[in-house]
């Protein structure tokens, strides 16, 4: 089988090797540089709600390199087509262990429905920094299948449900799988599967086994991807994207390797550019 098929038929796909074990180790130096401090970003959590850098592959030297990265975007063109586009978003979480969830939810309950149209074709890319363990959860569960699912996450008896998992009163779903990943894979999951953050089982976390993620979003090139950045441009809480933009270098190495970025609604409102893609 093949590994498009594959992920269309469990909505998720795991890639080994991705990254090498020095470039592992020199993620998680920068990673811990910046989490080690308050963020100069405005929008971006700290401890008390999660740790989060948003824009991550837009802001920082360090990261960047992985959006031209082989593995990812030869991946990324099996799943999505050769004309592939990145979204502009991209973030870097620190020791985040969520509830279950759809990454659809939000646009749901702001009503929008494109996730729902038979071409439309988002993934996100997730890249731990560690192994995936049953004692550390440096990884992601999911539910095989769940992308075809509709989404319960929206409706207001399961945002209870959720808040009261966060508080240990209300038991967790049943029948996820935990990715097995090691450091450097990738793992690859469709926007509307039900997944969460593999929980730790034992405490405390070494510092070997602090869980670092990377998350990277893309799309098939298509009507949904630009209603999605419209979608994101118009949220409160995406502030960050007044501020996002790549550098011309990088634009040009990412245009001669035949890799494209859309802008987000606010650069382009601000741009005055008719073009949604840099």
């Known amino acids: 089988m093949s590994r498009k098929a594959a992920f269309e038929r469990d909505g998720y796909l795991h890639v080994p090797g991705a990254l090498s074990a020095a470039q592992v180790a020199e993620a998680r130096r920068f990673l811990a540089s910046i989490f080690d401090r308050p963020s ?8 008390a709600t999660g740790n989060v850098r948003f824009d991550a592959c837009a802001r920082y030297d360090a990261l960047r390199w992985i959006l031209l990265h082989p593995p990812l975007v030869e991946a990324f063109r099996e799943l999505l087509g050769a004309g592939f586009v990145y979204l502009p978003e991209t973030v870097v979480h620190d020791s985040i262990r969520g509830h279950w969830h759809k990454d659809t939810s939000a646009q749901l309950k702001a009503g929008h429905r494109f996730h729902l149209e038979p071409d439309y074709a988002m993934v996100q890319c997730a890249i731990y920094f560690q192994d995936n363990t049953v004692e550390y959860g440096g990884g992601v569960d ?3 299948g769940s992308h075809r699912r509709d989404d319960s996450y929206s409706s207001p008896l399961q945002r209870v449900a959720n808040r009261l998992r966060k508080k240990g009163l209300w038991p967790e779903k049943r029948g996820g799988t935990s990715v097995m990943n090691k450091a450097g894979d990738l793992v690859l999951f469709d926007f509307r599967i039900d997944h969460r953050g593999t929980p730790a089982t034992r405490t405390p976390i070494p510092p070997e086994a602090r869980k670092f993620a990377l998350f990277i979003a893309a799309s098939a090139d298509n ?16 502030r960050y994207l007044k501020e996002h933009r790549y550098p011309d270098a990088f634009l040009d190495e990412a245009k001669s ?5 859309l802008k987000p609604s606010a650069v382009t409102a601000v741009g005055g550019a008719a073009e949604k893609k840099y």
């Open 40 to 47: 100069a970003y405005e929008g971006d959590y700290d401890a």
């Open 142 to 144: 999911v539910i095989p």
């Open 223 to 238: 009507a949904h991807a630009r209603a999605y950045a419209d979608y994101i441009g118009g949220r409160a809480d995406y």
């Open 257 to 261: 390797r035949g890799v494209s970025l």
